[in-house]
């Protein structure tokens, strides 16, 4: 962007991220004050301020470049994380300077945001070092003003040796502010960067003045004096070792691990750091003696309904029953359960636990008691409902009564068999069901054709028996007018032809209402009005009698053998009708209802008493309750002499067919 360049650091911290982004041109001279790793970064500081510049590539920095050198750069702006930086283009060494010396380090101003890029000094005692194998970089935590610094430097062998010597002694650390934000460029964290280990020294104190640890524990945490005490090891866990005095156990913190016996007294020096409920020590040194002592756990004071901080890393015993085990390679955590008190377990690294540990089973246990806490401010926490204990290896544990055989894991599994038999009954019986269901099926289906057959059988029957005695009757009748055509007069010859032409009627008419009573046994796709209309039209029109068919509310299809007892049982009372009611007219009716089809046939004609009829037998009355019998249903007959006639079927809707095919 054209105008002239940016000569000032502070000029640069006062752009806005959008300015920054518009690669505004900076030329202007700074003293180095770091070079980063692989040289493709570092912080230059003009005496008034200090600002980030990327390199675009190592060769771009002359070789004689570092700490102290005076450099023109010349570049560009960029918007950066927290504040803005330069992208240089170009730099030229001027001449070589002592470093820039670094001002005192404020707690006051420690997450100002002019505070970045600064070079500044403190000095904390060096608490420990972590060391990400997939990042170039160590990182140091420094104790300064009850809190925690963290300080980045790039690794190399020569500074993890240097570091080693220093842990846990009190420092001195030149180092710049730097700082992480996220996306809206607010700050999250504040740490530092060593530009090498020439900047970090060690801080000579005084031998420290042995004390009981009682005191240690009463003593200011934030002392910078060192203390040194003397201890029974109650545990020893490689960097960590628990010690036993006259009036309470401290937790030491070692820079190396030491392997050491219980029972055996040493004298560790260092400094006391603030813990939930009591300091630990970081000691920078530890001397055996030659004393030893018996070291016998303390009963745990379960009855007590809160614990206070005079159990913390001592050694107890307590006895308490396994609620679940959780293993891996490298610690085993155990739930258990004492006098109603939950608790959790440890055992460090893998561990055989055998079979006879496990949930359920009743243990004696001894190991280190830590207190827990949920107050937010550990300073405070006095006292506690909540403890773990740290078991020191293996032998801690003694089993005092095996867990029973039916284990929750044990129930689990038997809880999924009785469930998988019970879907195997279940799936059986829908199998057996179906297949049930299919036989009776077949069953029906036979019977219903086995009941259809013997009805064919019955309708050839009568059909034999009724054209096998009218054909015999016209026979003779032939006969008869043959021999009166020769002896009698005219008259009486066309009186037998008449009575011939009218059983020939007869007959014709009983065989078609029988073929079509056949046919409707074959099917029940139609509808019942059609198949009685067919068969009783003709006959109405030769007897002269006025014939009507009425259909009430949707057709439902009925099963085969239903359908063919309602028109034996229609065709019965249709007959009687048309041979001796003298009816001038007939009228059907079907009437379909959702419980049941009502079917209804009346005549006009003379009527006649129906307890007279079922005591004489004539029109076949007791035949068609017979059939409605079959089929369940109900027939009523309504009749007095000089009104009529009116005969009544009523067939529940049971009978349908399931299914129309």
Known sequence: ??????????????????????????ELEAKITLIGYLRSGGFIHDGENGIYIHFNNKDQVPAEVRPGSVVRIQGATVPGGFTPH???????LLKQEAPLVPDELDRTRLFQSDQDCEWVWFSGTLMEVSDFSERPYLFIKVWWHSRALIIRVIKSPETQEILEGLMHHRVKVSAIVATRSNQERQ?????FQLPSMRDIELIESPPGEVIPIGQILQKD??????????????HSDGKTVYLRGDEGCLRVRLPKSRSLELGAEVRVEGYSLPGAFGPDLLAYSLTPTDRRAEVLPRPFPLENDVYTAGLQ??????????????????????????????FELYLSGPANLGREIAAGCELEITGICELKSDEPNPTVASVTDRFQIKARN????IVLQAAPWWSAGRLLVASGLFS???????????????RVASQTAIISEQIEKEAAHKERQHFARELHDTLQQNLTGISMQVENAQLQFETQSREKSEENLERIHQLIVECQQETREAISQLRGAATTRGSLAIFVEDSMRERARVAEVKFEVETIGQPKPYDSFTVRHILRILHEAFVNAINHSQANS?????????EQLVTTLSDDGRGFDPRAVDTEGHFGLIGMRERAELIGAELQLDSSKNKGTRISLKVSASNQQLETV
């Open 313 to 342: 890393n001592d050694l107890v015993r307590l006895s308490a029953k396994v609620l679940s085990v959780a293993a891996s390679d490298k610690l085993t955590i155990i739930h258990c359960l004492a006098d109603g008190e939950p």
């Open 221 to 234: 945490a934030f002392d910078e004096e060192p203390v040194a005490a003397e201890g029974i090891v109650t």
């Open 586 to 594: 007939i009228k059907l009716i079907f009437d379909y209802q959702d």
């Open 86 to 92: 330069i992208i240089a283009k170009k730099v030229q």
């Open 1 to 26: 962007m054209a105008g002239e360049p940016l000569r000032s650091i502070a000029e640069i911290r006062e752009l806005s991220a959008e300015d920054a982004g518009q690669k505004l041109a900076v």
């Open 394 to 397: 293996i032998d801690d544990l």
């Open 187 to 191: 700050m999250t964290m504040r740490y």
């Open 420 to 434: 998988a038999a019970c879907l195997l009954a279940v799936a059986w019986g829908l199998s057996l069901r179906r």
